[in-house]
């Protein structure tokens, strides 16, 4: 490991709350966080563990192609002779550029008192302020960031942790990812983690249900219900990003890491394993689902008459319950013949009209009505009306 004590310290321009400082290491300016002094002193911690989740948070947002702040883990020997490992961050700031925070643009949409909770309409505001100075489309690559945040466990992306870089103040871009140091449980302590390691219904409690920093109808929101029932953007982002995540890959940069303790190494897998097993993977999901939904749905504006509007509203309701459309097919050829007096052959025909695999298969209806006749009950329905039907014809 680099020891980055007898590099030059630079004065430093970094705000923020963990302890800090700037140097200069091989051409470049780097900040540099320590572990965190104040919440040491009220967790009772004797290690803080910020500067670790800093580096992998931000190696993982690296591995999905996120554009992200560089960073590398240093030990560090203290003025008072205490050595500690801290995360040095390459400063992303171009000669002449300049960070504006998303709180600084939200000074001109938000009230000043809600600039700490924003509202989720407010980030929609900041992202309208800033569109006609933008060559991107940086909401994107927020919701990107999002996605990867729910996954990093991150409660700490508030407006003052993302933002824009510009030389000019016209021209804007969205800054690579930067603070990460509150995801990944940097704030549990080991007899915490040894709690949720035993009991998996604690642990699945802790960090399953981590909130993001805005508030959606005036509460605040997890990143589960976000997820789950995703803004436009989002369902973007869940697509293109879930798929990519490769736990392996995660598994073993922290397995990388021996100066982490072997619990907190399998605390951390095992909670961003929960949260891509139990959020991420089943968001992903309900959004295929509901998409091959919307591709198979029959439209309901055409004018239909009794026995079709019966088969359509049938069919596009077994949709939402069944993945294979034959089911859905039958259930619906079922509900029209148990609740009008409609006959085989009828059913049959709403098939070819309404249904594309009909239309590319026309042994398609036949094969369905087979199979609504395994069921008795429906047979004897059937039996005379079909009979009837078979006299009118004179066959
Ligand atoms: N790699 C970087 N390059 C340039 N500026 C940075 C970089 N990382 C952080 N900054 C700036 O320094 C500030 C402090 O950094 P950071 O947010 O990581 O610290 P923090 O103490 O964890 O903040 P918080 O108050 O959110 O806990 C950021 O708000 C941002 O303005
Ligand atoms: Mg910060």
Not at 87 to 96: I, Q
């Amino acid at each position: 490991m680099i020891d980055i004590t007898n590099c030059e310290q630079l004065i430093s321009d970094f705000e923020g709350s963990e302890r800090k400082f700037a140097i200069y290491y091989n051409g470049s300016t780097y900040m540099v966080k320590e572990p965190d002094p104040i919440r040491e002193k009220n967790n009772k911690l004797s290690y803080m563990n910020n500067t670790f989740s800093e580096h992998i948070g931000c190696r993982i947002f690296s591995m999905l192609n996120i554009p992200v702040q560089e960073t590398f883990l240093a030990k560090y020997t203290r003025p008072d002779g205490k050595t500690e490992i801290v995360v040095a961050c390459k400063d992303f700031r171009e000669s002449g550029q300049q960070l504006y925070e998303a709180d600084k643009i939200a000074k001109s949409i938000i009230d000043c008192n809600e600039i700490k909770k924003p509202d989720f309409r407010d980030i929609e505001n900041i992202f309208e302020r800033v569109e006609n100075h933008m060559a991107e489309d940086a909401k994107q690559r927020f919701w990107d960031i999002f996605v990867v945040d729910a996954l990093i466990g991150n409660k700490d992306r508030h407006l003052g942790n993302w933002g824009f870089l510009s030389s000019d103040q016209r021209h804007l871009k969205l800054a690579p990812v930067y603070d990460c140091g509150s995801s990944l449980g940097a704030l549990v302590d080991e007899k915490q983690i040894q709690i949720c390691l035993d009991k998996p219904g604690i642990m699945s409690n802790m960090e399953l249900n981590i909130m993001t920093r805005f508030k959606i109808g005036g509460k605040l929101t997890t990143y589960r219900d976000m997820l789950l029932t995703p803004p436009y953007q989002l369902k973007i982002s869940i697509k293109n990003i879930v798929p990519k995540i490769k736990l392996e890959e995660i598994n073993k940069l922290v397995d990388s890491i021996q100066e982490l303790s072997n619990n907190r190494r399998k605390f951390i897998k095992q909670s961003i394993a929960m949260r891509y097993e139990k959020i991420l993977v089943p968001a992903l999901r309900k959004i295929h689902k509901q998409e091959k939904i919307a591709e198979h749905r029959i439209s309901t504006t055409k004018p239909y008459n009794r026995y079709e509007t019966t088969f359509v509203t049938a069919y596009n309701k077994a949709l939402q319950k069944y993945n294979d459309l034959e089911l859905v097919a039958i259930k619906a050829s079922k509900d029209v013949i148990k609740n009008t007096r409609c006959d085989s052959a009828k059913v049959m025909s709403i098939m070819y009209d309404l249904l594309p695999q009909a239309k590319a298969d026309d042994t398609y209806p036949i094969k369905i009505i087979q199979k609504v006749k395994e069921d008795p009950v429906i047979v004897k329905q059937l039996a005379q009306r079909d009979k009837s039907k078979e006299q009118d014809l004179g066959l």
